[in-house]
T-cell receptor, first 111, second 113 residues
């Protein structure tokens, strides 16, 4: 199983960009990289995913390293509502398409 | 509204008393799965289903059963719950396995005493 590692916590100022890193050095060539966020007492919420190319959507951008051993979730302008635990996950196509979640990064956004 | 609905949200039960946690999605998704979330261990997959009548074990299937008789429903069955199954459970669905985001339910907090 591909393992993902993330920093335990990060802090950002409101309206500043946030770069959340994730290492996944054992990921296989066909495993997608997913990002989710979770608020207290809620289920994980899908943010973005990608395979090789950088991806953008209305919530965030995902930058994937050329060797696919790491990726970065980019929140372009953090708001107080972006404070959450952010999980990086490798989608294991060889094991039931399970999301192998990291321990998550707790993002604190200060006004 | 597109969503995954789990019931109940909270459940306290006694050891050995069979229970079912229901999961239903209204998005016509083929793929569904169950996860449990525990402090220090994170989110781990219990069972998954590629489509109707197609289910298989995930990483931590011991003590659980599932069924997929209809596309929209994927119940999680604990035949004889034990205290080590006290956890936060999430159901998730995806249009198809692979390159799509997963939609998670709001969770079921189960306590087995």
């Amino acid at each position: 199983d591909a393992k993902t590692t993330q920093p335990n916590s990060m802090e950002s100022n409101e309206e500043e960009p946030v770069h959340l890193p994730c290492n996944h050095s054992t990921i296989s060539g066909t495993d997608y990289i997913h990002w989710y966020r979770q608020l207290p007492s809620q289920g994980p919420e899908y943010v973005i995913h990608g395979l090789t190319s950088n991806v953008n959507n209305r919530m965030a951008s995902l930058a994937i390293a050329e060797d696919r051993k790491s990726s970065t979730l980019i929140l372009h302008r953090a708001t107080l509502r972006d404070a959450a635990v952010y999980y990086c996950a490798a989608l294991d196509s060889n094991s039931g398409y399970a999301l192998n979640f990291g321990k998550g990064t707790s993002l604190l956004v200060t006004p | 509204e597109a969503q995954v609905t789990q019931n109940p949200r909270y459940l306290i039960t006694v050891t050995g008393k069979k229970l079912t946690v229901t999961c239903s999605q209204n998005m016509n998704h083929e793929y569904m799965s169950w996860y449990r979330q525990d402090p220090g261990l994170g989110l781990r997959q219990i069972y998954y289903s590629m489509n109707v009548e197609v289910t298989d074990k995930g990483d931590v299937p011991e003590g659980y059963k599932v069924s997929r008789k209809e596309k929209r429903n994927f119940p999680l069955i604990l035949e004889s719950p034990s205290p080590n199954q006290t956890s936060l459970y999430f159901c998730a669905s995806s249009p198809y396995r692979g390159g799509y985001g997963y939609t998670f339910g709001s969770g079921t907090r189960l306590t087995v005493v």
